[in-house]
């Protein structure tokens, strides 16, 4: 199947930076879009990021032009660079992948969730 790895999470005052970081493996074709999601206590999960094979992106409105997702699809990652973090970005952040995974011949769509990453911003 396919295993996510999350990284980077932790505390940070605001108006500080973090960099998450989320590696795919497995039996992995191809990985179509790559995302991060959130949810903080007491709150549904939510969008935060997504990118497209293609590079396309996509943006919470509370984060547009502080947040910046990328990806490196020769090692099957995807980032997302958190700037001017603020209390409201506190929060358990998961990463979340699209592939077809392919075991000989048999070709699957596959949804995979990472286990999540705190992010806690202090005030």
């Known amino acids: 199947q396919v295993q996510l790895v999350e990284s980077g999470g932790g505390l940070v005052q605001a108006g500080g930076s973090l960099r998450l970081s989320c590696a795919a493996s497995?039996?992995?074709?191809?990985?179509?879009?790559m995302g991060w999601y959130r949810q903080a206590p007491g709150k549904q999960r939510e969008l935060v990021a997504a990118?497209?094979?293609?590079?396309?992106?996509n943006y919470a409105d509370s984060v547009k032009g502080r947040f910046t997702i990328s990806r490196d699809n020769a090692k099957n990652t995807v980032y997302l660079q958190m700037n001017s973090l603020k209390p409201e970005d506190t929060a358990v952040y998961y990463c979340?992948?699209?592939?077809?995974?392919?075991?000989?011949?048999?070709?699957?769509?596959?949804?995979?969730w990472g286990q999540g990453t705190l992010v806690t911003v202090s005030s």
């Open positions: 990118i497209t094979s293609g590079g396309s992106t």
């Open positions: 497995g039996s992995i074709f191809s990985i179509n879009a």
């Open positions: 979340n992948v699209h592939t077809i995974v392919v075991n000989l011949r048999d070709y699957r769509y596959l949804e995979v």
